[in-house]
């Protein structure tokens, strides 16, 4: 994401370490920005909610969620 800060598998990848790793404050920040470069991608609304999840925001993981199937059935 230094050399091309608008490279959402960059913020995609930053966030799965994050996540993995119980960062969840720095996954979501990091897909986050990714979505701002890939909008309609559902992988990565799909993230969002894992981490959404993993922080008890279960109403905003919820809509994630229904955002990811929903770029997905399309």
Do not use: C, M
Request: glycine share 8%; hydrophobic share 35%.
């Amino acid at each position: 994401t230094r050399r091309d800060p608008k490279n959402a598998l960059g913020y995609e990848g930053l966030a799965r370490i994050s996540l993995q790793g119980g960062n969840f404050e720095a996954a979501e920040d990091a897909v986050r920005q990714a979505i701002q470069y890939e909008a309609r991608s559902a992988r990565l609304f799909y993230i969002l909610g894992q981490i959404l999840e993993g922080q008890s925001k279960f109403d905003e993981a919820l809509s994630a969620y229904q955002t990811a199937f929903d770029q997905d059935s399309r």
